[in-house]
């Protein structure tokens, strides 16, 4: 388990949150499925739950809010140190801004948009919180990618907007790029199959941390949720596709021999 109080660099996806119609309901699913603490804030934070593990925090819970229709999912959010500077640039690349910038009292300022492809990711610049800060442990952020109807236009917009790097895992049966800040691998970047129904849309997944991937989805059908996939291995780890008990779909991935264990790992 390793915990971190710094700021994410640019680009890093540094936070997840899910907005639910059935904020308690959800609270119960993940609490149960990863051990979360969720503490829940008061009327001024719009009743936002804050997932911990050890303390610190790991991913948000919230309510969606009386009156909006929006689809239950959980967002991915990009580390940035400007997010003014950010949304002007989304706006000149081709995306489309969801959500205004907008202050979160002294936690930090965050505005939600889509890319090219009508893939949904949030932008957040740290004030008091700066994100996730627990990684290397079942129950915590472990990969975001966003899988494309556009790959082309959404390579060259994350480029353009973020100035992601590039390592190309491509090849003729699928299409995908590690994206890359400062050299480093933080998420990933693919085309959606077309053996993919014509419903599913540009999309970023969110991956969280398990210690056994069969166990969690055995885990996740007790709970009322839904396996959706059954689990394989790769050379990242052994991962599924589930939704949870009210049909939002995540990934969780638990370290294999081919993986190995990321440094600090503790279950």
């Given at each position: 388990m390793v915990f971190r109080d710094e700021r994410w660099p640019d680009g890093t996806p540094s936070w997840v949150d899910l907005m639910v119609p059935d904020q308690a309901?959800?609270?119960?699913?993940?609490?149960?499925?990863?051990?979360?603490?969720?503490?829940?804030g008061g009327e001024?934070?719009?009743?936002?739950?804050?997932?911990?593990?050890?303390?610190?925090?790991?991913?948000?819970?919230?309510?969606?809010?009386p009156?909006?229709?929006?689809?239950?999912?959980?967002?991915?959010?990009?580390s940035v140190s400007d997010v003014d500077k950010t949304v002007a640039a989304i706006t000149e690349a081709g995306?489309?801004?969801?959500?205004?910038?907008?202050?979160?009292?002294?936690?930090?300022?965050m505005a939600v948009a889509a890319d090219p492809a009508g893939a949904v990711f949030g932008r957040g610049e740290a004030g008091n919180h700066?994100?996730?800060?627990?990684?290397?442990?079942?129950?915590?952020?472990?990969?975001?990618?966003?899988?494309?109807?556009?790959?082309?236009?959404?390579?060259?917009?994350?480029?353009?907007?973020?100035g992601f790097g590039f390592e190309d895992l491509s090849n003729d049966d699928f299409t995908y790029a590690v994206l890359l800040v400062d050299g480093r691998p933080v998420?990933?970047?693919?085309?959606?199959?077309?053996?993919?129904?014509?419903?599913?849309?540009?999309?970023?997944?969110?991956y969280?941390?398990?210690?056994?991937?069969?166990?969690?989805?055995?885990?996740?059908?007790?709970?009322?949720?839904?396996v959706l996939d059954q689990p394989f291995d790769s050379p990242y780890g052994r991962q599924v596709r589930v939704q949870d008990d009210q049909g939002v779909p995540f990934l969780v991935i638990a370290p294999n021999e081919?993986?190995?264990?990321?440094?600090?790992?503790?279950?």
């Open positions: 309901k959800a609270v119960a699913f993940y609490s149960g499925l990863f051990g979360w603490d969720v503490r829940t001024e934070t719009g009743f936002y739950g804050m997932a911990e593990l050890r303390g610190r925090p790991v991913a948000g819970i919230g309510q969606t809010p009156g909006q229709e929006m689809p239950a999912l959980w967002t991915t959010y990009l995306g489309q801004v969801l959500m205004p910038v907008m202050d979160v009292m002294k936690e930090g300022r700066i994100g996730t800060q627990v990684t290397a442990a079942p129950g915590t952020l472990a990969w975001n990618e966003c899988m494309s109807r556009d790959y082309p236009a959404a390579k060259a917009f994350y480029e353009q907007v973020f998420g990933g970047l693919g085309a959606l199959p077309a053996s993919v129904p014509a419903a599913v849309p540009s999309n970023w997944s969110t969280f941390s398990v210690a056994d991937a069969d166990a969690s989805a055995a885990k996740v059908a007790e709970l009322g949720g839904q081919q993986s190995g264990k990321p440094e600090g790992w503790e279950e």
